[in-house]
């Protein structure tokens, strides 16, 4: 059951509020028109290991987490519960997944704990050295992390843990060298690129790209410099919507791509063309 | 502290046992319980290699069950080689339909483990 309580909790909230009453704002958020107010674009949930958040990028307290670059709000994760705690206003799970050990907190609802005593007394329950799936997000009080839980249930098919773990390692390699091989010649040549020399540097259309970029930048240059068009550029409304992309993620990637000195503005600060020399 | 357990099969246990300067030997393995004799138990993995576990007076194993172990990789008394002293031992049941773990599955994770190193039990070399 949603409560609608996770909005609250969002991390980027906090962020651009503060940025909201400062009185400047760097244009991504509100020039964006189908952005929302909190960032919900990126709000997705990612699969990871207990290792990986425990050492999640995170320099600042107002910051967002971030694991292999990229912002993490949502997460995902199986692991054992070695220790259950019942306090007066949460239950704490301290969870291991054989990577490291994290501790799970679920707030106590009074109201629909009561449902759940009614309606769950035949199904498999949370017990220690049992094994559990967690949606949450990730928290830190002072100096130590701990995940806010949605929802942790129980895990009834054993298989959940080995695909859990595989899913984790794919997207982890998925932000590390891009998205997989692919038919497509370029695609090819940019994964084989990444693992021949163990870096992310990629050749699209005879131009070096800088390893730094984020794959989500490389696609956006890539599909800029694949579409026709006229010297113009395009708007960040038809990127996002030929590619499939959150315009906030569009906007993110171009700005990485502008700094770059690979894309430049031009009709107005949303529209983009490939810088050629 | 790094409280990780690799997830390993029969033939890694060199690389993580006490001659080899593994950053853990602490380990997870997952596999059927062949035999058990008194204190001592084997353990089959997926690929049909066998590793001896020493058990403790806690664990409980039911032979022809799959089970995934946390332990020690120790050098067996008498020079047998290496073996696991159990910490832990966890039932993994058939799913809800009657179908037992998939091993396949287990020892593709295995592989991603040592592949990808830096997000399940060793510090990202930077």
């Known amino acids: ?277 | 502290m790094s409280l990780s357990t690799p997830r390993i099969l029969p033939k890694h246990l060199e690389q993580f046992g006490p001659n080899a300067h593994a950053p853990v030997n602490t380990v997870r393995l997952l596999g059927t319980i062949t035999s058990i004799h008194g204190s001592s138990a084997t353990l089959t993995s997926g690929d049909g290699d066998t590793v001896t576990l020493v058990l403790n007076r806690d664990s409980h194993l039911s032979p022809q069950s799959l089970y995934e172990i946390v332990g020690k990789v120790i050098n067996l008394e008498g020079g047998a080689g290496l073996g696991v002293r159990v910490m832990a031992t966890t039932e993994w049941p058939k799913n809800p339909e009657g179908k037992p773990v998939d091993l396949k599955v287990y020892e593709a994770v295995v592989d991603a483990t040592h592949r990808s190193k830096e997000i399940f039990y060793v510090d990202e070399e930077k």
Not at chain 1, 8 to 32: C, I, L, P, R, W
Not at chain 1, 134 to 159: C, E, M, T
Not at chain 1, 173 to 179: A, C, E, H, S, T
């Open chain 1, 1 to 277: 059951m949603d409560y609608g309580y996770g909005n609250n909790y969002s991390t980027g909230y906090g962020a651009q509020g503060a940025a909201d009453g400062g009185g400047f704002v760097g244009g991504e958020v509100q020039s964006s028109p189908a952005g929302g107010k909190g960032g919900y674009g990126k709000d997705t949930v990612r699969p990871v290991t207990i290792k990986q958040i425990l050492h999640a990028n995170h320099p600042h307290p107002d910051a967002e987490f971030k694991i292999d670059g990229d912002i993490v709000t949502q997460l995902t994760f199986v692991g054992q519960i070695r220790n259950i705690s019942t306090q007066a206003t949460n239950i704490t799970y301290k969870v291991d997944d054989g990577t490291d050990i994290i501790e799970v907190k679920q707030w106590i609802d009074s109201e629909s704990n009561q449902d759940q005593m009614d309606t769950d007394s035949g199904k498999p329950k949370l017990i220690e050295d049992g094994y559990c799936r967690v949606w949450g997000r990730l928290r830190a009080f002072h100096d130590k992390r701990h995940v806010q839980a949605h929802i942790i249930r129980p895990i009834s098919d054993y298989n959940e843990i080995n695909y859990h773990l595989l899913e984790a390692t794919a997207m982890h390699l998925f932000f590390k060298f891009g998205p997989p091989p692919s038919a497509g010649g370029n695609d090819q040549k940019m994964a084989q690129n990444g693992q021949a020399n163990g870096n992310t540097s990629v050749n699209v259309g005879g131009k070096e790209l800088p390893q730094n970029l984020s794959p989500r930048a490389k696609m956006v240059y890539k599909y800029l410099r694949e579409s026709p068009q006229s010297n113009e550029g395009q708007h960040v409304q038809l990127i996002a919507s030929n590619m499939g992309l959150e315009v906030n993620d569009v906007y993110r990637a171009a700005e990485e791509l502008v700094e770059s000195g690979l894309t430049f503005t031009t009709v107005d600060e949303h529209t983009w063309a490939v810088l050629d020399y």
